[in-house]
């Protein structure tokens, strides 16, 4: 049991109203989706129910359908089908003879459709050697198949509301939600726990919910693993202190400290420059000196040799 298994009971759960029509009907909301699946048009409420059943078959089974590496486990997901399957037919008072068994009859045990052979599924062939090892369940009491479908109706909703990013996990796993109570009830009646069949949906709808706890605690694990490598920060407050860090208000102090920047650097300059002046003027002086010198050796040596001249 997962999401996308929930996903499928929820579609076909909005192509079907949960209550008739004025005329008794079973009501489509959208009838094109299940055309391919009826028999007749789907002009009768059996129609209507088996083009229901084939579907959800489909998706589950067919062309290894839903679980790609097919296992033992896999046959369960029919116990489910047949929550549905059961509740539809019991809804349906027009029906004035055992819906589920003539559904069985008329339906799953002549028409060639559930006689097809299947891949999706280890140890059976057809649709047909699916149910009828599970015949047992098409003779369930009407008010305990109201109980199981709406106790399966609530994990569904659990499973619809979880995802990757839902930190309300916790919440689930305390066991306070709606399925378990509704678990709980039907858990402490004699009348289900005494029946063998009754026993085997119960335990698979408790290992459904094993199996969305394993998914929830995963999730948790996630996060608490992308909160450590956050430095103690959920994925939320991670996510809003890096807004912050990169917001407009942040960009806005920049200025400031460029402005600090750009006055110390015009300060250190306005220093630099007597000095640099007097490290040039430095070379210009010496220049001259050694000018001047030169020029004071040369006149004295003339000096000197006009005196030996006249002598």
Known sequence: M???????????????????????????????DLQKYCITKCNSNLDKINAGCLYLLDQFYKHDGMFPSPSKSNPYIVDNIFIWLSYMLN???????????????????????????INGLIGYNTYEELIDERKGFLNMDKTIVSKFYEALKSLCKLYNELDDGNQNCMNY??????????????????NITK?????????????????????????????????????????????????ELYSGQEY??????????????SSIVSKLIPVLLILGAIPIFFGIA??????????????HLRKKLKK
């Open 91 to 117: 809804m349906d008072t027009t029906i004035n003879y055992n819906g589920i068994k003539y559904l069985y009859d008329n339906y799953i045990t002549k028409r060639g459709t559930y006689k097809e052979h």
């Open 173 to 190: 796993l305390n066991d306070d939600n709606e399925f378990s109570k509704k678990y709980k009830d039907l858990n402490e009646d004699t």
């Open 2 to 32: 997962d999401k996308k298994v929930c996903k499928k009971f929820q579609d076909v759960e909005d192509w079907f109203l949960d209550e008739l029509g004025s005329d008794g009907e079973n009501q489509f909301k959208h009838p094109e």
């Open 195 to 243: 029946n063998s069949y009754y026993s085997e949906i119960l335990s698979t709808l408790s290992n459904d919910y094993n199996d969305f706890k394993r998914e929830c605690n995963s999730i948790l694990s996630s996060l608490s693993k992308e909160t450590e490598e956050n430095h103690g920060l959920t994925p939320e407050q991670y996510s809003e202190q890096y807004s």
């Open 252 to 265: 806005e102090s920049n200025p400031e400290s460029s402005s600090e920047v750009t006055s110390s650097s």
């Open 290 to 303: 050694y000018k001047y010198s030169l020029f004071g050796f040369r006149k004295r040596v003339q000096k």
